[in-house]
């Protein structure tokens, strides 16, 4: 953003939604980044879940904010079923962990390339889980919410990520 | 908020950003509410912190809002260095667990009630750690967005503290 241009309050409001996004998603990255596939592959405390489950998991939601923001369909629809619908000890079988953070990668670098698409207008409709009866009530659960909503979702993850990395 | 009622834009931001930082402070007192005082002073994963001094850092955190938000002094200034500028294993002697539980809750009614009366405007402006020369640059980084990231911080952590819940 350049500092001579003048943006409007929903723009500034949308700006600071989406750098919060961008600010946890990179903090994952970097995370990622620091952890080798041992690592990321062992329960982030005892009998809790992986980090290669939470990677999918936090993708998989991800994933699913295309339909909710009505900006497309899911890339791999069969992630949900892994690590939204089903525990990490379903015994399904689950892709490796480079599969993992190339599907990581892919959907948020489409997210973030859709996201800057949405007219600053669109931001504040309603989003596709919530009924316009109910819309009409609460205007404060529109689009924007979910990328609220889901940047605390990816904090709550990272917490547990970090115990991770060895001390 | 009434149905009828008529909400500016700027409301409407805040309230989303208020309304999800109450939620987070709700699953928190909930998490609290769940645990007895002797699993709230084990260790949330081996080596790492235990409940009570990550009760006592989010408290810490909120009580540090007033000042960013300019609508007030801590409640309680030390307890910002026993959990905040220093580790849990400081050797720094700490309170209870009951006076931690209500420094929480005390710290959250009062800032809750103050933000209340926080002008539509103002939470637009700079927050105190930023100079008005990058708050010109940078106009997103006002007292709003002090609460979107505090959220965040305060979800990391609960990310951590779920694990004292036994499964």
Do not use: C
């Not at 994933?63 to 909710?68: Q, R, S």
């Not at 015994?91 to 698409?117: C, R």
């Not at 919410?145 to 709550?156: F, K, M, Q």
């Amino acid at each position: 953003m350049s500092t001579n241009t003048i943006i409007s309050e929903k723009e500034l409001f949308i700006k600071m939604v989406i750098s919060n996004w961008d600010l946890q998603v990179g903090r994952m990255n970097s995370l990622i980044a620091k952890l080798s596939d041992e690592e990321l592959s062992t329960p982030t405390a005892p009998g809790r879940n992986t980090g290669v489950y939470l990677l999918g998991h936090l993708a998989a939601v991800s994933d699913g904010m295309f339909a909710f923001l009505g900006i497309g369909e899911k890339l791999n629809p069969k992630m949900e079923e892994l690590f939204v619908r089903n525990p990490e000890g379903s015994g399904m079988e689950k892709p490796s962990v480079a599969e993992l953070k190339d599907y990581w990668n892919e959907v948020n670098a489409l997210l973030s390339e859709k996201m800057s698409q949405i007219a600053p207008e669109e931001w504040f409709n309603r989003h596709t889980a919530v009924s316009e009866e109910d819309f009409a009530k609460e205007p404060h659960r529109n689009k924007l919410n979910i990328v609220i909503n889901r940047t605390n979702h990816l904090s709550y993850h990272l917490g547990q990520l970090v115990y991770l990395v060895k001390k």
